[in-house]
C-alpha cells in the first residue's frame, strides 16, 4: 500500500477518535460521515431532534480546521442569504457580498424548511462548486462539502426536497437514539466539563484532507466488484415496488464510498463488504417508490436491503 493510503486509515481513525470525544456511541455514524468527506460529496441527514447532527458537523469542522457556517433554512429565506448578493459599496459602486456558502463545511440545518427556490440556490454551488450571481460566475473554495439536515416526522410547514436534490447528496444517513450506557456517558462528561462546550483538537488541516482525497482515488476496485455494484443498482429499477430505481450517479456513489471505506480500512483494494456496507446510505434515498406504498410504511432502504439479499456476491479476493 502506497505511504497516502496509509496515512488515510491512521489519520481517519484519530479524527473519528477525536469526535466521539464529543459524539459518543455513535462511531458507525461518524465513520459514514467521514466516508462521504473523503469521497468529497455531501451528507444529507435525515433524523429527529436532539440525536447530535448539528454536534457532528460542527466537531467535524474543528478536527479537519475547515471554514464552517450554519444556515437555518426557514420558511422566509430567500437565496441571497445563502449565496450572496450585490450591495453599493462605500465607493457607490455594486459589489459583490459572499454569502454563507462560501465556506468549506456548510451545515443547511432543517433544509426543507425553505421554500424550493432557495433549496435550489444550494444545486449549483453543490454539484458545481460554484455560484452565480448577477451573470458572475464565483468559485468555492475546495474541500466544499454540504452537510443537510432533516426532520423524518415533522412535514407542516416544509418543503420535500424533490428527487433532483436528493439525487446531488452522495449518501443519506441517520444517526439514532443512544443505548443507555452511552446516554448515561453522555450526562456524566457534561458534569464532568461543567459546561456544554467541549474543545476538539485539530488533526488534520485542509490540504492535509485534500491529499487524503487524492489518496482514495488510488484504491482498486476489480472487475468483479465494479459489475457486482452495477448489478446491485440495476436491481433497484426492476423491483415490482419501485416506480423508479437509482441512475448511474448512484453506481458513482457507491463506488466513491466503498473506496473510501477501504482506505479507511487499510486496504487498496475494494470487497464487497465494502459495497454492501455503504450500499443502504449511497442508494436509499435515491429510489422513488409506487405511490400506494407510501402507506405501508416501505421505504428505499428496505428495497436496497432486498436487492443485496438476492444479487449474487463475487469472491473477495482482489483481481
Known sequence: MTNGLDQVAVLGNRILDEIERAVIGKRSALELLLLAVLSDGHVLIEDFPGLAKTLMARSLAQVTDLGFNRVQFTPDLMPMDVTGSMVLGRSGDLE???????????????????????????????????????????????????????????????????????????????????????????????????????????????????????????????????????????????????????????????????????????????TPDDVKNVAIPALGHRIILRPELWVQDVRGDDVVEECLDTVPTPPSVPE
Open 96 to 270: 459583490f457580498r459572499r454569502g454563507p456558502v462560501f465556506t468549506n463545511l456548510l451545515l443547511a440545518d432543517e433544509v426543507n424548511r425553505a421554500p424550493a427556490k432557495t433549496q435550489a440556490a444550494l444545486l449549483e454551488a453543490m454539484q458545481e462548486r460554484q455560484v452565480t450571481v448577477d451573470g458572475v460566475t464565483h468559485p468555492l473554495d475546495r474541500p466544499f462539502i454540504v452537510i443537510a439536515t432533516q426532520n423524518p416526522i415533522e412535514y407542516e410547514g416544509t418543503y420535500p426536497l424533490p428527487e433532483a436534490q436528493l439525487d446531488r447528496f452522495l449518501m443519506r444517513l441517520s444517526v439514532g437514539y443512544p443505548t443507555a450506557d452511552d446516554e448515561l456517558r453522555v450526562i456524566e462528561d457534561r458534569m464532568a466539563r461543567r459546561s456544554d462546550d467541549i474543545r476538539l483538537e485539530r488533526v488534520v488541516d485542509g490540504p492535509t484532507l485534500r491529499a487524503m482525497q487524492a489518496s482514495v482515488e488510488q484504491v482498486h476496485v476489480s472487475s468483479s466488484v465494479g459489475r457486482y455494484m452495477v448489478e446491485l443498482v440495476g436491481a433497484t429499477r426492476t423491483r415490482n415496488r419501485v416506480q423508479v430505481g437509482a441512475s448511474p450517479r448512484g453506481s458513482l456513489a457507491l463506488m466513491k464510498l466503498a473506496r473510501a471505506r477501504a482506505a479507511l480500512s487499510g486496504r487498496d483494494f475494494v
